[in-house]
T-cell receptor
Framework: NAGVTQTPKFRILKIGQSMTLQCTQD?????MYWYRQDPGMGLKLIYY???????DKGEVPNGYNVSRSTTEDFPLRLELAAPSQTSVYFC????????????FGPGTRLTVT | AQKITQTQPGMFVQEKEAVTLDCTYD???????LFWYKQPSSGEMIFLIY??????QNATEGRYSLNFQKARKSANLVISASQLGDSAMYFC??????????FGTGTRLQVFP
């Protein structure tokens, strides 16, 4: 069972470039999330989705966009990359609201130079 | 906005001893859940234990248990019989309606022989 997969594992971007971080889950979870983790810090929520076609902003959405066209996929788009977006990005999914743990992907380490 | 406080940036414990990691939070929502996650040096996020705000008893999961004091808004993680593999970052994450988690800054635990 693959769980939550993320690609790529590592990426270096130049300032102003764009990219899409891919996230796929095979657990038929309705809820999906994108977090970023800066060095020495906890995770901060960027965007989340409660089902296909429904997305909402989290704590730090500026500079990012998301879409949710299927239950399985929740890509995160970075437009005009900036050094402040250097971070580790985690995708997660959960069965729903309530006492359901979030299952995390392995993360994508992004450096913007 | 929720505020989460993990006051211990670093903790040391000897193998086989118990250790308590502190977490206090501030929420006005009467219905919330409290999650603890472990992040080893490899980077993945591992779910440990969950406590619902209406649960009558403290949550336990193997060697992990929560000292949940609802009135004080405190949910300290107790790890019994520490093992070398417990060395990691530990994050407390309360969630109102548990659809959005807010992560604390974490506590780094080091277990020594």
């Amino acid at each position: 069972n693959a769980g939550v997969t993320q690609t790529p594992k590592f990426r270096i971007l130049k300032i102003g470039q764009s990219m899409t971080l891919q996230c796929t889950q095979d657990m038929n979870h309705n809820y999906m999330y994108w977090y970023r983790q800066d060095p020495g810090m906890g995770l901060k929520l960027i965007y989340y989705s409660v089902g296909a076609g429904i997305t909402d902003k989290g704590e730090v959405p500026n500079g990012y966009n998301v879409s949710r066209s299927t239950t399985e996929d929740f890509p995160l788009r970075l437009e005009l990359a900036a050094p402040s977006q250097t971070s580790v990005y985690f995708c997660a999914s959960a069965r729903g609201q309530g006492p359901y743990e979030q299952y995390f992907g392995p993360g994508t380490r992004l450096t913007v130079t | 906005a929720q505020k989460i406080t993990q006051t211990q940036p670093g903790m040391f414990v000897q193998e086989k001893e118990a250790v308590t990691l502190d977490c206090t939070y501030d929420t006005s929502d009467p219905s919330y859940g409290l999650f603890w996650y472990k992040q080893p040096s490899s980077g993945e996020m591992i779910f440990l234990i969950y406590q619902g705000s209406y649960d009558q008893q403290n949550a336990t999961e193997g060697r992990y248990s929560l000292n949940f004091q609802k009135a004080r808004k405190s949910a300290n993680l107790v790890i019994s019989a520490s093992q070398l593999g417990d060395s990691a970052m530990y994050f407390c994450a309360p969630g109102e309606n548990t659809d959005k988690l807010i992560f604390g800054t974490g506590t780094r635990l080091q277990v020594f022989p």
